[in-house]
Protein backbone atom coordinates (compact mmCIF):
# COMPACT_ATOMS: atom_id res chain seq x y z
CA UNK A 1 0.00 0.00 0.00
CA UNK A 2 0.97 3.36 -0.81
CA UNK A 3 2.24 5.60 2.09
CA UNK A 4 0.39 8.73 2.23
CA UNK A 5 2.67 11.72 3.92
CA UNK A 6 0.74 14.77 6.32
CA UNK A 7 1.87 16.87 3.94
CA UNK A 8 0.51 14.61 0.64
CA UNK A 9 -2.83 14.41 2.73
CA UNK A 10 -2.61 18.40 3.32
CA UNK A 11 -2.44 18.63 -0.38
CA UNK A 12 -5.50 16.38 -1.34
CA UNK A 13 -7.42 18.32 1.71
CA UNK A 14 -7.04 21.56 -0.49
CA UNK A 15 -7.78 20.17 -3.43
CA UNK A 16 -11.18 19.12 -2.04
CA UNK A 17 -11.54 22.47 -1.11
CA UNK A 18 -11.71 21.10 2.89
CA UNK A 19 -8.83 22.99 4.00
CA UNK A 20 -7.40 26.55 2.79
CA UNK A 21 -3.42 27.12 2.01
CA UNK A 22 -3.04 28.89 4.91
CA UNK A 23 -4.85 26.56 7.54
CA UNK A 24 -2.86 23.25 5.75
CA UNK A 25 0.75 25.01 6.43
CA UNK A 26 -0.81 26.19 10.04
CA UNK A 27 -1.31 22.77 10.78
CA UNK A 28 2.36 21.66 9.03
CA UNK A 29 4.28 24.22 11.32
CA UNK A 30 2.18 22.77 14.20
CA UNK A 31 3.49 19.33 13.17
CA UNK A 32 6.84 20.29 12.82
CA UNK A 33 7.27 21.76 16.36
CA UNK A 34 5.42 18.37 17.62
CA UNK A 35 8.22 16.55 16.24
CA UNK A 36 10.14 18.56 18.34
CA UNK A 37 8.98 18.11 21.35
CA UNK A 38 8.94 14.43 20.34
CA UNK A 39 12.55 14.31 20.24
CA UNK A 40 13.02 16.42 23.93
CA UNK A 41 10.61 13.57 25.53
CA UNK A 42 12.38 10.81 24.36
CA UNK A 43 15.89 12.60 25.18
CA UNK A 44 14.12 11.64 28.83
CA UNK A 45 17.09 12.44 31.72
CA UNK A 46 19.63 12.19 29.02
CA UNK A 47 17.75 15.49 27.44
CA UNK A 48 18.24 17.14 31.19
CA UNK A 49 14.20 17.75 30.05
CA UNK A 50 12.63 15.86 33.75
CA UNK A 51 11.21 17.84 36.94
CA UNK A 52 10.25 20.70 38.19
CA UNK A 53 10.92 24.10 36.26
CA UNK A 54 10.31 25.74 39.60
CA UNK A 55 7.89 28.17 38.39
CA UNK A 56 3.93 28.14 38.20
CA UNK A 57 1.49 28.54 35.53
CA UNK A 58 -1.53 30.52 35.15
CA UNK A 59 -3.75 27.86 36.74
CA UNK A 60 -1.89 27.69 39.66
CA UNK A 61 0.17 24.34 39.05
CA UNK A 62 3.70 23.73 39.32
CA UNK A 63 5.29 23.68 35.59
CA UNK A 64 7.67 20.84 34.35
CA UNK A 65 10.46 21.39 32.80
CA UNK A 66 8.73 19.86 29.55
CA UNK A 67 5.56 22.18 29.99
CA UNK A 68 7.83 25.21 29.31
CA UNK A 69 9.84 24.03 26.77
CA UNK A 70 7.49 22.15 24.97
CA UNK A 71 5.55 25.93 25.38
CA UNK A 72 8.21 28.09 23.86
CA UNK A 73 8.89 25.21 20.93
CA UNK A 74 4.73 25.66 19.90
CA UNK A 75 5.43 29.83 20.30
CA UNK A 76 8.57 29.65 18.35
CA UNK A 77 7.34 27.60 15.53
CA UNK A 78 4.56 29.99 14.98
CA UNK A 79 5.86 33.28 15.52
CA UNK A 80 6.81 33.80 11.84
CA UNK A 81 4.77 31.58 9.82
CA UNK A 82 2.33 33.96 8.40
CA UNK A 83 -0.72 31.80 9.39
CA UNK A 84 -1.76 33.43 12.57
CA UNK A 85 -3.04 36.26 14.37
CA UNK A 86 -1.98 35.29 18.00
CA UNK A 87 -1.56 31.94 20.45
CA UNK A 88 -2.85 31.06 23.46
CA UNK A 89 -1.79 28.73 25.78
CA UNK A 90 -2.68 26.87 29.09
CA UNK A 91 0.76 27.66 30.44
CA UNK A 92 0.13 31.36 29.98
CA UNK A 93 -2.30 34.01 31.21
CA UNK A 94 -3.14 36.02 28.38
CA UNK A 95 -2.82 35.16 24.28
CA UNK A 96 0.19 36.24 22.97
CA UNK A 97 0.18 38.08 19.57
CA UNK A 98 2.05 37.52 17.04
CA UNK A 99 5.00 40.63 16.77
CA UNK A 100 4.79 42.91 14.57
CA UNK A 101 8.18 42.22 12.38
CA UNK A 102 6.14 39.11 11.80
CA UNK A 103 3.39 38.51 8.71
CA UNK A 104 0.46 37.95 10.38
CA UNK A 105 -2.61 35.59 9.20
CA UNK A 106 -6.18 35.09 10.32
CA UNK A 107 -6.58 32.32 12.35
CA UNK A 108 -5.87 31.53 16.04
CA UNK A 109 -3.84 28.92 17.88
CA UNK A 110 -4.56 27.71 21.43
CA UNK A 111 -2.63 24.41 22.72
CA UNK A 112 -1.87 22.81 25.68
CA UNK A 113 1.41 22.15 25.21
CA UNK A 114 2.33 18.96 27.42
CA UNK A 115 -0.43 17.33 28.51
CA UNK A 116 -0.48 14.65 31.26
CA UNK A 117 2.93 16.78 32.97
CA UNK A 118 2.36 14.03 36.31
CA UNK A 119 3.06 11.10 33.63
CA UNK A 120 6.33 12.73 32.73
CA UNK A 121 9.12 11.65 35.19
CA UNK A 122 7.30 8.21 35.01
CA UNK A 123 8.20 7.99 31.79
CA UNK A 124 4.54 7.21 30.61
CA UNK A 125 2.87 8.55 27.26
CA UNK A 126 2.18 12.82 27.51
CA UNK A 127 1.21 14.63 24.55
CA UNK A 128 0.28 18.07 22.83
CA UNK A 129 -3.16 18.92 21.98
CA UNK A 130 -4.53 22.10 19.66
CA UNK A 131 -7.09 24.00 18.49
CA UNK A 132 -7.64 26.27 15.60
CA UNK A 133 -10.05 29.27 15.24
CA UNK A 134 -10.01 32.24 13.00
CA UNK A 135 -9.45 35.47 13.84
CA UNK A 136 -12.84 37.87 13.89
CA UNK A 137 -12.55 40.23 11.41
CA UNK A 138 -10.93 43.61 11.15
CA UNK A 139 -9.02 42.35 14.85
CA UNK A 140 -5.44 42.80 14.20
CA UNK A 141 -4.39 42.37 18.15
CA UNK A 142 -6.88 39.69 19.55
CA UNK A 143 -7.23 39.61 22.78
CA UNK A 144 -8.78 37.00 25.49
CA UNK A 145 -11.86 37.83 24.73
CA UNK A 146 -11.32 37.08 20.74
CA UNK A 147 -10.88 33.51 21.74
CA UNK A 148 -14.08 33.07 23.57
CA UNK A 149 -15.26 30.65 21.13
CA UNK A 150 -17.87 27.69 21.02
CA UNK A 151 -16.52 25.04 20.04
CA UNK A 152 -18.04 24.38 17.08
CA UNK A 153 -16.76 27.02 15.53
CA UNK A 154 -13.19 25.34 15.44
CA UNK A 155 -12.06 24.86 12.30
CA UNK A 156 -9.17 22.31 13.06
CA UNK A 157 -8.01 20.03 16.02
CA UNK A 158 -5.64 17.53 16.93
CA UNK A 159 -3.39 16.00 19.78
CA UNK A 160 0.02 14.18 19.36
CA UNK A 161 0.58 11.43 21.49
CA UNK A 162 4.76 11.09 22.55
CA UNK A 163 4.52 7.71 23.38
CA UNK A 164 6.04 3.87 22.23
CA UNK A 165 5.19 5.76 18.60
CA UNK A 166 4.54 9.35 17.77
CA UNK A 167 0.82 9.60 16.71
CA UNK A 168 -0.77 12.91 15.11
CA UNK A 169 -4.04 12.91 15.21
CA UNK A 170 -6.42 15.46 13.09
CA UNK A 171 -9.75 16.75 12.22
CA UNK A 172 -10.78 19.66 9.60
CA UNK A 173 -14.44 18.53 10.27
CA UNK A 174 -13.87 15.73 7.94
CA UNK A 175 -13.50 12.59 9.62
CA UNK A 176 -10.60 12.12 11.88
CA UNK A 177 -7.73 11.16 10.79
CA UNK A 178 -4.10 9.41 12.64
CA UNK A 179 -0.90 10.26 11.10
CA UNK A 180 2.49 8.18 12.80
CA UNK A 181 5.79 9.64 12.62
CA UNK A 182 8.37 7.62 10.44
CA UNK A 183 11.54 8.43 12.78
CA UNK A 184 14.13 7.51 10.32
CA UNK A 185 12.22 9.55 7.59
CA UNK A 186 11.39 12.21 10.11
CA UNK A 187 7.76 12.75 8.32
CA UNK A 188 4.14 11.97 9.70
CA UNK A 189 2.40 9.29 7.68
CA UNK A 190 -1.07 8.60 7.61
CA UNK A 191 -1.91 5.47 9.28
CA UNK A 192 -5.74 5.46 9.76
CA UNK A 193 -8.12 7.27 8.00
CA UNK A 194 -11.68 7.98 9.20
CA UNK A 195 -11.07 6.29 12.43
CA UNK A 196 -15.12 5.60 13.80
CA UNK A 197 -15.57 4.51 17.54
CA UNK A 198 -17.59 2.23 18.16
CA UNK A 199 -21.08 3.07 19.47
CA UNK A 200 -21.43 0.91 22.52
CA UNK A 201 -18.23 0.05 24.90
CA UNK A 202 -17.15 -2.22 27.64
CA UNK A 203 -14.65 0.35 28.96
CA UNK A 204 -14.33 3.40 30.73
CA UNK A 205 -11.77 5.75 32.73
CA UNK A 206 -12.34 7.75 35.67
CA UNK A 207 -9.88 8.93 38.63
CA UNK A 208 -11.80 6.97 41.26
CA UNK A 209 -10.06 8.16 43.89
CA UNK A 210 -12.33 11.35 43.37
CA UNK A 211 -15.52 9.15 43.78
CA UNK A 212 -16.82 10.39 47.31
CA UNK A 213 -17.20 14.18 45.84
CA UNK A 214 -18.70 12.84 42.79
CA UNK A 215 -22.40 14.18 42.16
CA UNK A 216 -24.92 11.44 42.97
CA UNK A 217 -25.91 11.06 38.99
CA UNK A 218 -21.77 10.00 38.77
CA UNK A 219 -22.38 7.70 41.96
CA UNK A 220 -25.49 5.82 40.26
CA UNK A 221 -23.89 5.48 36.19
CA UNK A 222 -20.39 4.62 37.73
CA UNK A 223 -21.65 2.26 40.07
CA UNK A 224 -24.15 0.61 37.95
CA UNK A 225 -20.88 -0.50 35.67
CA UNK A 226 -18.81 -1.83 38.70
CA UNK A 227 -21.48 -3.74 39.23
CA UNK A 228 -21.06 -5.86 36.50
CA UNK A 229 -23.88 -8.57 35.29
CA UNK A 230 -25.24 -8.78 38.94
CA UNK A 231 -26.30 -5.10 38.70
CA UNK A 232 -28.58 -3.21 36.10
CA UNK A 233 -26.63 -3.08 33.48
CA UNK A 234 -26.02 -7.06 32.86
CA UNK A 235 -22.56 -6.89 31.96
CA UNK A 236 -18.81 -6.42 33.27
CA UNK A 237 -17.00 -3.40 32.49
CA UNK A 238 -13.11 -3.20 32.29
CA UNK A 239 -11.40 0.01 33.91
CA UNK A 240 -8.35 2.06 32.48
CA UNK A 241 -6.83 5.18 33.70
CA UNK A 242 -3.68 7.05 32.29
CA UNK A 243 -3.90 10.14 33.99
CA UNK A 244 -3.31 11.75 30.39
CA UNK A 245 -6.06 13.19 28.71
CA UNK A 246 -4.19 12.77 25.13
CA UNK A 247 -3.01 8.93 25.94
CA UNK A 248 -6.95 7.54 27.47
CA UNK A 249 -8.38 9.16 24.04
CA UNK A 250 -5.92 7.57 21.83
CA UNK A 251 -7.46 4.41 23.87
CA UNK A 252 -10.72 5.53 23.27
CA UNK A 253 -10.51 6.39 19.26
CA UNK A 254 -8.68 3.02 18.83
CA UNK A 255 -10.96 0.51 20.49
CA UNK A 256 -13.49 2.89 21.97
CA UNK A 257 -14.59 3.13 25.03
CA UNK A 258 -15.02 6.77 27.64
CA UNK A 259 -13.34 9.44 29.69
CA UNK A 260 -15.10 11.15 32.41
CA UNK A 261 -13.65 14.34 34.07
CA UNK A 262 -17.12 14.74 36.18
CA UNK A 263 -17.89 17.62 38.23
CA UNK A 264 -17.06 16.91 42.08
CA UNK A 265 -17.22 18.69 45.61
CA UNK A 266 -13.55 19.49 45.38
CA UNK A 267 -13.33 21.13 41.77
CA UNK A 268 -16.78 22.77 41.92
CA UNK A 269 -15.91 25.99 42.46
CA UNK A 270 -13.25 26.11 39.67
CA UNK A 271 -16.60 24.11 36.92
CA UNK A 272 -14.36 21.28 36.51
CA UNK A 273 -11.07 19.98 35.95
CA UNK A 274 -10.21 20.19 32.25
CA UNK A 275 -9.82 23.51 30.22
CA UNK A 276 -12.51 23.91 28.05
CA UNK A 277 -10.00 26.26 25.03
CA UNK A 278 -7.21 23.64 25.20
CA UNK A 279 -8.56 19.94 26.67
CA UNK A 280 -12.52 19.61 25.89
CA UNK A 281 -12.93 21.15 23.04
CA UNK A 282 -10.36 20.02 21.06
CA UNK A 283 -10.98 16.29 22.08
CA UNK A 284 -14.96 17.09 21.65
CA UNK A 285 -14.13 18.15 17.82
CA UNK A 286 -11.74 14.66 17.53
CA UNK A 287 -14.52 12.32 18.88
CA UNK A 288 -17.50 13.84 17.55
CA UNK A 289 -15.72 13.65 13.94
CA UNK A 290 -15.42 9.48 14.84
CA UNK A 291 -18.75 9.25 15.78
CA UNK A 292 -17.99 9.61 19.47
CA UNK A 293 -20.35 12.02 21.71
CA UNK A 294 -18.61 14.71 23.85
CA UNK A 295 -20.53 16.42 27.17
CA UNK A 296 -19.92 17.68 30.41
CA UNK A 297 -22.76 15.49 31.25
CA UNK A 298 -25.26 17.99 31.11
CA UNK A 299 -24.29 19.84 27.76
CA UNK A 300 -22.84 19.29 24.23
CA UNK A 301 -19.17 20.52 25.26
CA UNK A 302 -18.67 21.71 21.15
CA UNK A 303 -21.63 23.95 22.49
CA UNK A 304 -20.59 25.60 25.59
CA UNK A 305 -20.22 29.26 25.03
CA UNK A 306 -16.69 30.26 26.41
CA UNK A 307 -16.56 32.77 29.40
CA UNK A 308 -12.80 32.90 30.46
CA UNK A 309 -9.82 31.56 28.54
CA UNK A 310 -9.20 29.12 31.32
CA UNK A 311 -12.25 28.14 31.86
CA UNK A 312 -13.06 24.48 33.54
CA UNK A 313 -15.59 21.95 32.82
CA UNK A 314 -16.63 18.66 33.07
CA UNK A 315 -15.71 16.26 30.48
CA UNK A 316 -18.00 12.81 29.36
CA UNK A 317 -16.52 11.83 26.17
CA UNK A 318 -15.80 8.61 24.05
CA UNK A 319 -18.71 5.68 22.66
CA UNK A 320 -22.12 7.57 22.10
CA UNK A 321 -24.67 5.34 23.74
CA UNK A 322 -22.29 5.28 27.02
CA UNK A 323 -22.16 9.23 27.15
CA UNK A 324 -25.81 9.15 26.58
CA UNK A 325 -26.74 7.31 29.62
CA UNK A 326 -24.39 9.04 31.80
CA UNK A 327 -25.92 12.20 30.66
CA UNK A 328 -29.40 10.67 30.86
CA UNK A 329 -28.20 10.31 34.14
CA UNK A 330 -27.36 13.73 35.00
CA UNK A 331 -30.69 15.59 33.11
CA UNK A 332 -33.17 13.71 35.31
CA UNK A 333 -31.45 14.32 38.38
CA UNK A 334 -31.27 17.90 37.27
CA UNK A 335 -35.29 17.16 36.64
CA UNK A 336 -34.41 18.04 32.84
CA UNK A 337 -35.56 15.00 31.65
CA UNK A 338 -37.99 12.08 32.73
O1 LIG B 1 -4.43 13.79 38.27
P1 LIG B 1 -5.77 13.33 37.81
O2 LIG B 1 -6.88 13.79 38.67
O3 LIG B 1 -5.80 11.86 37.55
O4 LIG B 1 -6.04 14.10 36.43
C1 LIG B 1 -5.50 13.69 35.24
C2 LIG B 1 -5.96 14.61 34.18
O5 LIG B 1 -5.28 15.85 34.33
C3 LIG B 1 -4.57 16.15 33.16
O6 LIG B 1 -3.27 15.66 33.36
C4 LIG B 1 -4.44 17.62 32.93
O7 LIG B 1 -3.48 17.97 31.94
P2 LIG B 1 -2.11 18.80 32.17
O8 LIG B 1 -0.98 17.87 32.42
O9 LIG B 1 -2.01 19.49 30.86
O10 LIG B 1 -2.33 19.76 33.32
C5 LIG B 1 -5.26 15.34 32.07
O11 LIG B 1 -4.40 15.02 31.04
C6 LIG B 1 -5.67 14.10 32.81
O12 LIG B 1 -6.77 13.46 32.29
MG1 LIG C 1 -3.77 18.80 29.82
MG1 LIG D 1 -0.59 20.77 30.07
Known sequence: MKSISLIQFLIEERRAGRVNAELSLLIEVVARACKRIAVATNKGALGGVLGEAGTGNIQGEAQKKLDVISNEILLEANAWGGQLAACASEEMEDPQPIPDMYPKGNHLLLFDPLDGSSNIDVNISVGTI????????????????????????????????????????????????????????????????????????????????????????????????????????????????????????????????????????????????LRLMYEANPMAFIVEQAGGAATTGRQRILEVQPTGLHQRVPVFLGSKKEIEVATHYHLVADGAQG
Request: with cysteine; aromatic share 10%.
Open 130 to 273: FSVLRCPDGISEPKAEHFLQPGTTQLAAGYVVYGPATVLVLTFGHGTHEFTLDREVGSFVLSRRDIRIPEETGEFAINVSNQRHWEPPMQRYIGELLAGTDGPRGKDFNMRWVASMVADVHRIITRGGTFFYPLDAKIKSKGGK
